[in-house]
């Protein structure tokens, strides 16, 4: 067994050192959850890591959020409660300041539901695709378009993100 996880950490330590830079971000953002029938919004903070080599760039990521918008269906207040996603994006950078990317993500969304005097509240995760765009205003700051399919739930974002 030691063998074996002192392989794994020489891997992980070779394959890291072959990206030509690595950067830890930060970004905020607005999403909106949307079906046919109820729209809600989101606000999120996520951190990441980019690792580049050449045009192009990986970034493991974790967003968190937490319900700004709800909506009414039928008489029931429907709300997010709250919104943890991990991702892989996995992006080209077209040029030097504008970048496309897919980004496929793992999220959990719980939400609540209340009408009369009652409430009840659940979750659920599921797996998500996405792709979006990425534009560099400054050496260490770019605005972001996200959209992603949820299993028939779109879920459109615009952010912020940081390089440090």
């Known amino acids: 067994m030691k063998n074996s996880t002192k ?3 020489a891997a992980s330590l070779l394959s890291a050192s072959s990206f030509a830079s690595a950067n830890l971000t930060a970004s905020a953002g607005y999403s909106n959850i949307g079906d046919q ?8 903070a996520s951190a990441g890591y980019e690792f580049t080599n050449g045009d192009v760039t990986f970034m493991p990521e974790l967003r968190i959020g937490t319900g700004v918008s709800d909506e009414t269906f039928y008489g029931v207040d ?20 504008f ?5 496929p993500s793992y999220s959990r969304l719980e ?8 409430s009840e509240s659940d979750h659920s995760w ?7 765009a990425s534009l560099d205003v400054s050496d260490n ?4 378009a996200l959209y992603e399919d949820y299993d ?7 952010g912020v993100r940081y390089a440090f």
């Open 78 to 97: 429907i709300e997010v409660e709250s919104l943890f996603s991990a991702s892989l994006r996995a992006q080209y950078n077209v040029t030097p300041s």
């Open 141 to 144: 700051v770019s605005l972001e």
């Open 7 to 9: 392989l794994l950490v």
């Open 152 to 158: 028939g739930t779109d879920v459109v974002s615009v």
């Open 111 to 118: 939400v609540e539901a209340s009408a009369g005097g009652y």
């Open 99 to 103: 970048s496309v990317f897919l980004q």
């Open 37 to 44: 029938d109820v729209d809600l919004g989101v606000v999120y």
């Open 126 to 132: 599921e797996f998500g695709i996405g792709g979006g």
